[in-house]
Structure formats: C-alpha cells, structure tokens
C-alpha cells in the first residue's frame, strides 16, 4: 500500500520560511518523480514543484520561482519543499503526489500516480 504523508505545514508571517517533507512508503521510491501541488480555498490544484527520480532535474511554478525549492534524499524515501519569502498568496493545502518516471518529467495533476492527504499551510499578513 502506497503512502505520501507530508508535515511541516503549519502559520507563518508573510517574509518567513517553511519546510515540507513527504515521507513516502510502499513504492520503489527512486522510481518516481516527486511533485508538490497545492490548492487554495475556492481554487483548483495547481502545479509547484517537480524533481526526478535522481534529483537531476527540477521544474518549479513561476509564482513560486526563487523562492520555493524542492529536493530529496532517496536514501530517506523523502522529498523536500523549501518556501522561503512566504506570501499571503501562498496559503493553500500543500500536497506530495509521485509519477512512475518516464521520459518526461510531467508536471499535470491527472498525471499524478499516488497522492498524499496534504499539509495545511496558512501565510499571514
């Protein structure tokens, strides 16, 4: 049984910095590419950050670029989001989602094979 349990959300002041980690278990990790999406109340998901399954390449969402970074460490089954500069526009539901790797790194939700149950994160003005 395939699990993504993501942490580290929680309240911050606009300008602070956060760290999401996804914990994955019962998939062959380095054989997935890792994505953090997130939805904002009244919103539809939208994409934030990709990596492959080496970590040799990433893709993140304009809105988000310079700011947010993510990474993984294999050897922990574990993916990273590093959101530094947080903005009130940032507060969402921050989810992990991984992609069986194929030549493409893809970065569309439907695409997503395995998700998680998201982590809250709340910027304040």
């Known amino acids: 049984q395939v699990q993504l349990v993501e942490s580290g959300g929680g309240l911050v002041q606009a300008g602070g910095s956060l760290r999401l980690s996804c914990a994955a278990s019962?998939?062959?990790?380095?054989?997935?590419?890792m994505g953090w999406f997130r939805q904002a109340p009244g919103k539809e998901r939208e994409f934030v950050a990709v990596?492959?399954?080496?970590?040799?390449?990433?893709y993140v969402a304009n809105s988000v670029k310079g700011r947010f970074t993510i990474s993984r460490n294999n050897a922990k089954n574990t993916v990273y989001l590093q959101m530094n500069s947080l903005k009130p526009e940032d507060t969402a539901v921050y989810y992990c989602a991984a992609d069986l790797h194929s030549m493409l790194v893809r970065t569309t939700a439907k695409d997503m094979d395995y998700w998680g149950k998201g982590t809250l994160v709340t910027v304040s003005s």
């Open positions: 990596i492959s399954w080496s970590g040799g390449r990433t």
């Open positions: 019962g998939l062959t990790f380095s054989s997935y590419d």
